[in-house]
């Protein structure tokens, strides 16, 4: 591991905890994991796509969404990537190389290679509805947001960067684009249509619905709302406010399974629902049962009894599986997710990258025992004694594990290039953990075992240093009963303290 990264990167936070194999992993191998998807996304390996290159849209939004704290200047590179590759309609094109977009590479002449594909045509770049994927585009406003909250920049929202079809906007317009593109594509019962492909690729509802993008969608306003307000836009607070209402109003008249007390995965372009009580294959799935409740658009109660759901049907020791039972028939109105193998991939595996949903889920839920179950099932540290099932290194996430309706149930597959490692150390230390910022400061709200005494973590933010002490007299998951700074009482979020200072926060929960 390289020392800048072990003493410069990772020293920008480290926790000391109760649990060894997440110290390990939060303090030093999961962040490097993450901001090597960032550099790389998903082209540096054959192992994982063979002659792709460019940047996945999704991928890197996400990727860098856990990393402006580590490498700012990364991030905000990869933004403006992201922010040129979307088009004036709104929607990312799903996989682009970024210079094709960047002024400076202009009359730069692409490299040749036999063993990638050849490089498209300037009319081939820009790829229509048919194939753009409903949530690509979503994941800038959050990542944008959580990229400000860390530096500060807040110039940076009024920016104007070109669209990748011409024409220019700021970085504030671009993101009320991406918005208004989901609102402007739902299906019949207002809920936002899955086009390709939504998160899963091989859920191809086409002009069906996706109940996970329009869960997506309600959180991206939710952050968008925060922004709005913090920058004093307040016609577009009540129009984005009015928006998630609708979205939120739809996805509970709408997607709640009675009967099976869980978010169904969406309905095919014929009206048929995926993901029901009714069903035998494809009965709860994964996505749609975490971004209800990560999202905050449902009910407490509701939220709860999905993600009981969850853990009743798709918990192993491995860590949770993307749906069960597997697809055993193929249906092409719900896509090629039918037609996979059972047990691999996205047909009935464990799909790493949307586990630490559930840590999120549960932390947000209160649940602070099941958010570490999940955490700890999927750890790969945890699995260092079962290399001969798992196979793969065990400080790496992967991309999948094999599911219980496979044989070579357990086994680890595509280790390093995978999403999984950006969302592990977002949400383990933003939720689990609770240390993460707001456009006000500083938050500090954990849910942790019950059996946990308490944790410390050293957080470096804007050129000050936090040193937080985290107590649990009372063994709870959740509350946060006092908070001190240097000795002083204070509510809310911590605002920014001198640049070069050393401050203490004490917190005790109860």
Known sequence: MPSRLTDERCAKFQVKSPNEGLDTMLNTWTLYQAETCVVWSRFASFIEVGGRTGLGYRDTAQDAMAVPHSAPAMTRKRIVDLLRGQVKAGYGLHLFDPDWFDPEKADVEPSKSPTVVPTPSDEDKIHGIADTCSDDHLWLVPTICRY???????????????????????????????????????????????????????????????????????????????????????????????????????????????????????????????????????????????????????????????????????????????????????????????????????????FSHPNPWAWVAEAKLGRGDQAMKYYDALNPYNQNDMIETRITEPYSYVQFIMGRDHQDHGRANHPWLTGTSGWAYFAATNYILGVRLSFDGLVVDPCIPTEWPGFEVTRQWRGATYQIKVDNPSNVSKGVKSITLNGEAIEGAIPPQAEGSVNHVHVVLG
């Open 148 to 350: 400000v909250m860390e530096t500060g920049e807040t110039d940076f929202f009024d920016e104007v960067i070109p669209y990748a079809d011409g024409g220019n906007a700021t970085v504030y317009e671009h993101m009320k684009a991406a918005l208004n593109f989901t609102d402007e594509h739902v299906g019949a019962t207002g809920i936002a249509k899955g086009l390709r492909a939504d998160w899963n690729d091989c859920l191809n509802l086409g002009g069906g619905e996706s109940s996970m993008v329009a869960f997506l969608h309600y959180w991206a306003l939710q952050d968008f709302v925060d922004l709005a307000r913090n920058r004093g836009e307040l016609d577009d607070v009540a129009y984005y406010q009015q928006m998630a209402q609708k979205v939120q109003d739809a996805c509970e008249t709408h997607l709640w399974d009675e009967d099976g007390g869980w978010y169904i995965r969406g309905i095919t372009k014929n009206g048929d629902k995926v993901g029901t009580s009714k069903q035998t294959e494809g009965k709860v799935h994964l996505e749609s049962n975490t971004w209800a409740v990560v999202s905050g658009a449902v009910s407490e109660e509701r939220g709860k009894k999905a993600m009981d759901a969850v853990d009743e049907y798709l918990y192993s020791d491995f860590g949770l599986h993307l749906n069960a039972p597997s697809f055993a028939t193929p249906n092409d109105d719900i896509g090629f997710v039918t037609r996979v193998y059972q047990g691999v991939k996205e047909n009935g595996a464990i």
